[in-house]
């Protein structure tokens, strides 16, 4: 089960990027789209490597002025999803 | 449902029909286009290019065996510069450590290596070349050593579901991100063999079962992609999802489907990227808008409440199965074809000796 302390990253093969004929940033996988609302490129753009997910989520409720309570369970549930479809990759820190 | 057209979001370009591999499964046509009429290295450029100005965002080569053309790396940069997500999907047979490396630097994003048997036994029976199985794992080696994700893609049928757990095991030790578990999808050369490769209900029903349990066990480690062996479903799969909604395949000398089989409907002709823009196929040929949306479908389907969710299914396999493309899927329950598909069926799990293959060569 994933941590809160565990890092996440795109894992090579996954890469995010502008659609210009949609008009969305899209996130590109083995044999998978996913269009992302505000609220993917807001946490995708996050994913660097070293900010483990409890980091991810206190930075997002300082930019969006939103309680913690609220941000950290939706970025949990978004990264899981993700980890499950593979595009996701997260290591013990 | 919409009148609007969505831009399509995949293309399988299927450089060549050539392949050393004669897998009695093949589901590309019985009659191939030879070397001679393959589109030339630029002309794939120029079809990659359309694509990504289309809409469409990720690209699988595929064929016959891409790695038979000579100008594959040429191919994978030219589909990476045009903005393309490039998926190689390959048996593995012509790929070697150096032009692995070369498909790397060339920015290759993916690669789906197919998988005919767990043993070289099987693997070299069913793909009718020896050594095929020997050579594959070793390019699975090179693939996992670079670093490329890699989809496993073992193809299923009588002679090889009960292999499953075994198949699973091997995505796993070879460090897949992906397996597809598809069950022979009975299309082109598929077709000849049928009664051959038809599982029974039983290997069905056990296969069914474990992977539910495999996904549950491995979930986060390994994806696990099913298709089933749709003449015992209920209903029919959302062939293409949807017929000219997501996908396009471009055939070797050009010509432009709605999907891979679309050339066995004898009423449709198709038109080829050397002659048009792709976007003006994509957008109005008549091929394409043939089974386009739902307005074609027939009653049966219009008031069915799976209309949006199958689309009235595969048109290739009513056309194999009844003779008639704008028909319901035979799959379906509800459809006067099923019983069709069943006598079919019937046939297949009865014969008592099943004949050899036939092998595509």
Redesign the interface.
Known sequence: MMQREDVPFLPRGVRTCFDRVRETEVLLGPERVLMLDQVGVAVLGRLDGVACLSEISHALSQVYDAPLDVIEPDVMAFVQDLVEKGMVHVRPR | MSDRVD?P??MLAELTHRCPLACPYCSNPTELTGKERELSTEAWADVFRQAA???V??LHLSGGEPASRRDLVELVAAAREA?L?T?LITSGIGLTERRLKELDEAGL??V?LSLQGVTAAMADRIGGYKGGFDRKMHVARVIADI???L?LNAVMHRANLDDLQATISMAQHLGA??IEIACVQFQGWALINRAQLQPSRAQVDVAKAAVAKAVEEL??AL?I?FVPPDYYSDFPKACMNGWGSTGLNVSPDGTVLPCHAAETIPQLSFENVQDLPLSEIWYNSPAFNAYRGTDWLPELCQTCDRRDIDFGGCRCQAMAVLGNAAAPDPVCRKSEGRAVLDALLEQDVHEIAAPEYVYRR
């Open positions: 831009p979001m995949a100005a289309l809409g965002l990720q903005g997500y998926n994003d993916h789906q670093g490329f994700p989809t991100r992906r979930r986060g994806v992609d």
